[in-house]
Nanobody, 115 residues
Framework: QVQLVESGGGLVQPGGSLRLSCAAT????????MGWYRQAPGKQRELVAT???????NYANSVKGRFTISRDNAKNTLYLQMNSLKPEDTAVYYC?????????WGKGTLVTVSS
């Protein structure tokens, strides 16, 4: 069974930075596409960034140049470095693993950007 556990969320001022982590179970982490999604209050869940097994990345236009997705396959961990945070980045951030055409999700970590 896939388990994804996010951490690193919290309250940060506009312009600040946070790094999210997602620890995954299993010994085949490296072969799967991983991603970060977010859901703001009253809105649908949306893509933030994805990274495939080869390391290629894809970002939502709203976070390009500010967020960086990365993975450490030796540690079975996915990261999201978030810089220049804006109030509109406030959301619950979810880790996703795609295997066999099915998306598995963590429970999320809350990021609040506010002064």
């Amino acid at each position: 069974q896939v388990q994804l556990v996010e951490s690193g969320g919290g309250l940060v001022q506009p312009g600040g930075s946070l790094r999210l982590s997602c620890a995954a179970t299993g010994n085949t982490f490296s072969i799967y596409t991983m991603g970060w999604y977010r859901q703001a209050p009253g809105k649908q869940r949306e893509l933030v960034a994805t990274i495939i097994s080869a390391g290629n990345t894809n970002y939502a236009n709203s976070v390009k140049g500010r967020f960086t997705i990365s993975r450490d396959n030796a540690k079975n961990t996915l990261y999201l470095q978030m810089n220049s945070l804006k109030p509109e980045d406030t959301a619950v951030y979810y880790c996703m693993q795609r295997r066999g055409g099915i998306d598995y999700w963590g429970k999320g970590t809350l990021v609040t950007v506010s002064s």
